[in-house]
């Protein structure tokens, strides 16, 4: 793919999450590329291949995942000695990505905060939502009740698929297009609003002017049709076995099928980068010519 209009996906032969060839590809991934590893399965041992199934979800949560730093299991269903076993698999992938992601990015080390780790045994397909919450529509991450105030949200993420079903995601324009796109349309907020959500419990700490620009362009992209439909955009598949890597506050993205995958998220502080100024806080800052705060 060497349209310069839409996210890169760059390809890497590693076949070890340990250790391998690829190490200090910070730039790659800062620049808003997709590092995909086809070669790089989560292996899961005959005893674990029965979590391969939407059972062990609690049908009323998204998925199932392990809270850092308490590593509590939530949104799962079953018998105690069946859960401690899942909880130790997601533990596992947990581990595994961590030390996956500091061999990639050396430059991260000490500064990398482990995120939740999810596993999603359910299909994509077929959950019916609100435009808002619809991830089949291309987006960039951002939450109405978890404000980043600019930190960076990092995601490694493995097919498991044991039938072979890809992981289907489109990916879209590199963001300094997509935040021009919609910028001169995005005001700022109201006086009072952050610290009034803050307050009465909306937010999890204030949002910032970063988050209300953010949630802008996530909900101005997924409100447009006409983007969504015709908008530069690239399909790209990851097969089962495929592990892949990407800033997902960066890549525009959606997920438009597949089952059985896992996820990683990790946090990092923008002054942590290798080069801040490819953030979106920064790349924002300099498009309005004014810090966000
Ligand atoms: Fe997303």
Redesign the pocket.
Known sequence: MADANVTAVREYGDTSWHDGPTRGVEDVVEGGAVLAFPQLAFALDPAEQRFLDPRWADPKAKNVSVRWPSGELRGAAGAADDLQQLRALIVRFAEQSEAFALRLFPHYRGHLRRGNTSFRPTDVAGRVRSWRQD?TRL?V?AFPSNPMQGTRLLRVFSNVNPSGAPRRWRVGEPFEAHARRYLGAIGRPLAGSAWLMHKSGITKRRRTEYDHVMLQLHDRAKADLGFQQSGPQARVDFAPGTTWVVY?DQVL?A?MGGQHMFEQTFLLDVEHLHRPETSPLRTLERLLHRPLR
């Open positions: 991830d987006h991450d997902s993205h997920a």
